[in-house]
Nanobody
Framework: QVQLVESGGGLAQAGGSLRLSCAAS????????MGWYRQAPGKQRELVAS???????NYADSVKGRFTISRDNAKNTVYLQMNSLKPEDTAVYYC???????????????WGQGTQVTVSS
């Protein structure tokens, strides 16, 4: 079974930095787009950043210029470097990936378990 395991969440002060990692493992033929979503209490889950298999990124306006998404295809891993953190960034962050598990199969969405990011003022 495919699993997405996240790491790197924790506590940070405003203006600080955190680096999130998400490693996919299991039966994987290839991975299409990967992304990070976040959900704060009482709010809808929102896309933070995504990256195509070729490395083209997309960012939410709220994090543009502060966060950087990247991936290592050899390690089936996506990263989110978060700089200049703000209290508004506090949320549970979820890794997402479109994964093809066998040749000629269609991609399916997989989700990580979520990792808490808390930014103090």
């Amino acid at each position: 079974q495919v699993q997405l395991v996240e790491s790197g969440g924790g506590l940070a002060q405003a203006g600080g930095s955190l680096r999130l990692s998400c490693a996919a493992s299991g039966s994987i033929f290839s991975i299409n787009s990967m992304g990070w979503y976040r959900q704060a209490p009482g709010k809808q889950r929102e896309l933070v950043a995504s990256i195509t298999s070729r490395g083209s990124p997309n960012y939410a306006d709220s994090v543009k210029g502060r966060f950087t998404i990247s991936r290592d295809n050899a390690k089936n891993t996506v990263y989110l470097q978060m700089n200049s953190l703000k209290p508004e960034d506090t949320a549970v962050y979820y890794c997402n990936a479109g994964i093809i598990i066998r040749f000629y199969s269609l991609p399916q969405d997989y989700w990580g378990q979520g990792t808490q990011v808390t930014v103090s003022s």
